[in-house]
Each structure stands twice: as structure tokens, then as C-alpha cells.
């Protein structure tokens, strides 16, 4: 486009336009300022939602930090001030029990209450309180959040094959087949589901199994010990 000369500017169009316009913010000044208050007062405060929000997600990693160095810590003396155990292995569950139970509870929706309340769960299989464990797992397993939904339905199948809920848990490993994850890939799932059904359906997990067995080496080797497990036609 040229440019526009001063002669151009002094075009009755043009100074018509700039008067309307002085005209305008001088008999609307007051609602302009005011508006434009409030437009600067909704940039702060969307701002400070942002800081709030970094500052309640640094918040909630710290939390779950600890209580993962918790349940991680050893048990005993270890001579290390900065890695100190604890006295036995009940002492040590039940404070990684209370640092979970106070993430899972005040943040439930966020990852770090996802990832408590799923170690929540692990804990509760562990001593044996299955009904615990499922109940756990299955907040997890039914959130939005499907990376650790997906570790959830896992350790929900796990459980169901021990109860002999064999349905159960082959709908949910056929979930992870169909729609994986970043942390349960259909190869996983699938090793995973032919061992859950070999006893039963043989030939359909020889057919699960045959072609991941030229895949990566892990899965390859994987799949070949569970078709090595597969009763001989």
C-alpha cells in the first residue's frame, strides 16, 4: 500500500473520522477508563490464578515427593543424615499410609492425588485388604487422567485373576489392547491378556503371541516365555 501523504490526511473523510472519534472518547471517557479498568483488573487477576495454580501444582509435587521418599525408605539404621530409615516396616507403611491419605484426600482429581490414591491402593493389596485395594484402584482406574488410569486397571486385573473374576479382568486388559498408554503399551497389554486367558483359550493366545515375537527384544522374550506356558495342542 503507499503511503499516505499529507494531503490525503487532511481530507474532510479523515477529519471527520479523528473528530467522531475524539468526540466519542471524550463523552464516553468515564466508561471507557472504567472499562478498561476492569479489562487491566481481569489481566491481573488471571495472572494471579496462573501463580496460584503453579504455586497449589509445586505444592502438591512437593507433597507427593515425600511421601514417595516415605514408602521408598529404608528400614534400619543407615548412617546417612540425609537418608534416615525407620525402625521397622510397619513404622515406615503406616507414615507413607498418612502422607498418601492427606494428598489422595485434599487434591483427589489432580495426578498427584491420582498417583497417591493408586499407591493406596498397591498398599492396601499388599496387606491384604482387597476390598480396600479395588476401591482404590478403581478411582483411579475410572478417572480422566488415562496414563494412570491405565497402571490402575492393570493391578485391578492382577487383582481380579487372583479372585478368579476372570471376565473382569479380561475386560480390562482388552480396554488397554484397544486405547494404550505412554505407561501400558498394547504389546504389554496383550502379553498380559494371553497369559490371563491360555489356560482356557490356548489357541487364541498362541495367536495373541505370534507376532510380537519378532518384536523388540524385551517383548519378544517376554511373549516367548508365555508361549512356552501354553498347554501343546
Same mark, same amino acid.
Given at each position: 500500500?503507499?503511503?499516505?501523504?499529507?494531503? $490525503?490526511?487532511?481530507?474532510? /473523510?479523515?477529519?471527520?473520522?479523528?473528530? $467522531?472519534?475524539?468526540?466519542?472518547?471524550?463523552?464516553?471517557?468515564?466508561?471507557?477508563?472504567?472499562?478498561?479498568?476492569?479489562?487491566?483488573?481481569?489481566?491481573?487477576?488471571? &495472572?494471579?490464578?496462573?501463580?496460584?495454580?503453579?504455586?497449589?501444582?509445586?505444592?502438591?509435587?512437593?507433597?507427593?515427593?515425600?511421601?514417595?521418599?516415605? =514408602?521408598?525408605?529404608?528400614?534400619?539404621?543407615?548412617?546417612?543424615?540425609?537418608?534416615?530409615? =525407620?525402625?521397622?516396616?510397619?513404622? /515406615?507403611?503406616?507414615?507413607?499410609?498418612?502422607?498418601?491419605?492427606?494428598?489422595?484426600?485434599?487434591?483427589?482429581?489432580?495426578?498427584?492425588?491420582?498417583?497417591? #490414591?493408586?499407591?493406596?491402593?498397591?498398599?492396601?493389596?499388599?496387606?491384604?485388604? @482387597?476390598?480396600?485395594?479395588?476401591?482404590?484402584? %478403581?478411582?483411579?482406574?475410572?478417572?480422566?487422567? &488415562?496414563?494412570?488410569?491405565?497402571?490402575?486397571?492393570? &493391578?485391578?486385573?492382577?487383582?481380579?485373576?487372583?479372585?478368579?473374576?476372570?471376565?473382569?479382568? $479380561? %475386560?480390562?486388559?482388552?480396554?488397554?489392547?484397544? %486405547?494404550?498408554?505412554?505407561?501400558?503399551?498394547?504389546?504389554?497389554?496383550?502379553?498380559?491378556?494371553?497369559?490371563?486367558?491360555?489356560?482356557?483359550?490356548?489357541?487364541?493366545?498362541?495367536?495373541? @503371541?505370534?507376532?510380537?515375537?519378532?518384536?523388540?527384544?524385551?517383548?519378544?522374550?517376554?511373549? @516367548? #516365555?508365555?508361549?512356552?506356558?501354553?498347554?501343546?495342542?
Amino acid at each position: 500500500m503507499d503511503r499516505i501523504t499529507r494531503k $490525503e490526511l487532511k481530507t474532510d /473523510k479523515f477529519v471527520t473520522e479523528v473528530s $467522531e472519534t475524539v468526540e466519542f472518547f471524550a463523552a464516553h471517557r468515564r466508561e471507557i477508563l472504567r472499562y478498561g479498568a476492569i479489562a487491566l483488573a481481569v489481566l491481573v487477576i488471571l &495472572a494471579a490464578g496462573n501463580w496460584y495454580r503453579r504455586h497449589r501444582h509445586a505444592q502438591r509435587q512437593e507433597a507427593l515427593n515425600q511421601a514417595l521418599a516415605i =514408602y521408598n525408605a529404608p528400614v534400619g539404621q543407615t548412617g546417612n543424615p540425609f537418608l534416615p530409615g =525407620y525402625p521397622s516396616e510397619e513404622e /515406615k507403611n503406616k507414615a507413607a499410609l498418612k502422607a498418601f491419605t492427606e494428598l489422595a484426600t485434599r487434591h483427589p482429581r489432580s495426578p498427584e492425588g491420582l498417583i497417591a #490414591t493408586y499407591y493406596l491402593g498397591t498398599m492396601a493389596a499388599d496387606r491384604g485388604d @482387597l476390598a480396600e485395594a479395588e476401591r482404590r484402584l %478403581k478411582q483411579v482406574a475410572e478417572a480422566r487422567q &488415562a496414563h494412570y488410569a491405565s497402571l490402575a486397571k492393570i &493391578a485391578l486385573s492382577d487383582i481380579y485373576r487372583g479372585q478368579g473374576r476372570l471376565a473382569e479382568a $479380561e %475386560k480390562l486388559l482388552r480396554s488397554l489392547v484397544e %486405547k494404550p498408554t505412554d505407561f501400558v503399551s498394547r504389546e504389554h497389554a496383550t502379553i498380559l491378556l494371553a497369559q490371563l486367558i491360555k489356560d482356557n483359550r490356548p489357541e487364541e493366545a498362541r495367536k495373541l @503371541l505370534e507376532p510380537l515375537r519378532t518384536e523388540r527384544s524385551v517383548v519378544s522374550r517376554h511373549s @516367548l #516365555t508365555v508361549l512356552g506356558e501354553i498347554p501343546p495342542k
